[in-house]
């Protein structure tokens, strides 16, 4: 079975780091991109970006270039989303997808950023 | 960038009814275009990937249709579980793009 399982909520203040995950398992890690998703409370999908666990090519949304990284772990089927200097504006909901079209989503991670 | 634009921004319909929710491309996506529904606390769910084709296990009511520019989504004989946001997304270029989504509402 499929699964992609995403780590927990989280509360930061801005300007702190976060480091996000989804660890897949039941299927060929490699050979399919891993996406990341945002929605913002009560708004649309909008997707961030994807890397290829093959060859570690990475591709932006030019909304999310330079203010997140997407990275993965292949040893252990693990993709990550990464900031480094976090904002209110990144109050979100941040799904991992996988694929071109995405056949399978986690279950989705609620990131809060608040002073 | 491409731009997906969906209409009607939402759509009110009866149990039973017959729902056409359409995507348009700003440029030729051919048939690489995926729809998806997404209800309140869940994350989206693929219904059709290749603007025509049913993921697996959803319903043969969800039909998917068009190529180039233009996409309709048809969802016959509407149950009460239908009723949430549908999304359609290009994964012909990158970046990949949603619509900005249809609600669906009785």
């Known amino acids: 079975e499929v699964q992609l399982v995403q780590s927990g909520a989280e509360v930061k203040k801005p300007g702190e780091s976060l480091k996000i995950s989804c660890r897949t398992s039941g299927y060929s890690f490699r050979n399919y991109q891993m996406n990341w998703v945002r929605q913002m409370p009560g708004k649309g999908l909008e997707w961030m970006g994807t890397i290829s666990p093959l060859d570690l090519e990475t591709i932006y949304s030019p909304s999310f270039q330079g203010h997140v990284t997407i990275s993965v772990d292949e040893t252990i089927a693990t993709g990550y989303l990464q900031w480094t200097s976090l904002k209110a504006s990144d109050t979100a909901i941040y799904y991992c997808?996988?694929?071109?079209?995405?056949?399978?989503w986690g279950q989705g991670a609620l990131v809060t950023v608040s002073s | 960038e491409i731009v997906m634009t969906q209409s009607p921004g939402t759509l009110s319909v009866s149990p039973g009814e017959r729902a056409t929710l359409s995507c348009r491309a700003s440029?030729?996506?051919?048939?690489?275009l995926a729809w998806y529904q997404q209800k309140p606390g869940q994350a989206p769910r693929l219904l059709i990937a290749g603007a025509s084709t049913r993921a697996t296990n959803i319903s043969a009511r969800f039909s998917g249709s068009g190529s180039g520019t233009d996409f309709t989504l048809s969802i016959s004989s509407l149950q009460s579980a239908d009723f949430a946001v549908y999304y359609c997304?290009?994964?012909?270029?990158?970046?990949?793009?949603f619509g900005q989504g249809t609600k669906l509402e009785l």
């Open positions: 997304q290009q994964y012909n270029d990158w970046p990949s793009t």
């Open positions: 997808s996988r694929g071109f079209y995405f056949d399978y």
């Open positions: 440029q030729t996506i051919y048939n690489n």
